[in-house]
């Protein structure tokens, strides 16, 4: 485990330019996470509603986010998932699912505020990934998924415009990536966009108009 002189030192090696953009970064992060929690507070005694994600009721997103964020300070760590094991498989919410999302959460934010400065690797499923883009991963999770949430939950689903704009420049490269590895489905041909969160929805696979009593929904459960 890296002390926090050792983090430092490497800061210092890694200038003062990167030093600033960690923590762009990091508040970027805990911006996206924090919608997320305030999100999951909202969420009423039935669990089991229909979500934009057509394997998921309520319950299991919010396992799915919940599980993100308990892999988040093992990861940033520099553990595997070798290391991990099953610890983190199965349900993670109990008897207290908002309480233990928001301890997740918690967990995660404080894990890459304390990493993230310091640079370097983490092992994901396909290998070995900067941390930096390993977070902008976990800020669109925490976007999209929040999203999904809202609009499950009945929620007005406006998001931040400055995330939907660091996300959406983040995954103009990448989408096609993630659709061809089974990560998020096609665009849905029915969807209108012509704004910034509309388009990123569909780019991501979703129905902006999806509501839970329209049953429409165009995405994989991994997304």
């Known amino acids: 485990?890296?002390?926090?002189?050792?983090?430092?030192?490497?800061?210092?090696?890694?200038?003062?330019?990167?030093?600033?953009?960690?923590?762009?970064?990091?508040?970027?992060?805990?911006?996206?996470?924090?919608?997320?929690?305030?999100?999951?507070?909202?969420?009423?005694?039935?669990?089991?509603?229909?979500?934009?994600?057509?394997?998921?009721?309520v319950r299991a997103l919010v396992n799915h986010v919940v599980g993100e964020d308990r892999w988040t300070r093992p990861l940033v760590e520099g553990r595997t998932i070798a290391?991990?094991?099953?610890?983190?498989?199965?349900?993670?919410?109990?008897?207290?699912?908002?309480?233990?999302?928001?301890?997740?959460?918690?967990?995660?934010?404080?894990?890459v505020a304390e990493r993230l400065p310091a640079g370097g690797k983490v092992h994901l499923s396909y290998g070995e990934e900067d941390i930096e883009e390993y977070i902008r991963?976990?800020?669109?999770d925490h976007l999209i998924h929040g999203w999904d949430l809202a609009v499950a939950i009945g929620q007005k689903p406006d998001l931040d415009p400055e995330l939907v704009e660091e996300v959406a420049e983040w995954f103009r490269?990448?989408?096609?990536?993630?659709?061809?590895?089974?990560?998020?489905?096609?665009?849905?041909?029915?969807?209108?966009?012509?704004?910034?969160?509309?388009?990123?929805?569909?780019a991501f696979g979703r129905n902006p108009e999806w509501r839970p009593a329209s049953g429409t929904s165009n995405q994989t459960q991994d997304a």
């Open 1 to 57: 485990m890296m002390n926090e002189h050792a983090v430092i030192q490497k800061l210092r090696t890694r200038g003062n330019s990167d030093w600033g953009w960690a923590m762009a970064l990091d508040a970027t992060y805990r911006r996206s996470v924090e919608f997320w929690k305030g999100t999951v507070l909202e969420v009423s005694d039935d669990w089991s509603n229909p979500t934009p994600c057509t394997e998921w009721d």
């Open 83 to 111: 290391d991990v094991g099953n610890a983190l498989d199965g349900d993670l919410l109990g008897d207290n699912p908002k309480g233990s999302a928001r301890a997740a959460a918690d967990e995660a934010l404080t894990a």
């Open 137 to 140: 991963q976990l800020v669109a």
């Open 173 to 202: 490269n990448r989408e096609e990536l993630y659709r061809s590895g089974g990560s998020i489905a096609a665009r849905p041909e029915s969807a209108a966009g012509g704004n910034p969160q509309a388009d990123l929805l569909i």
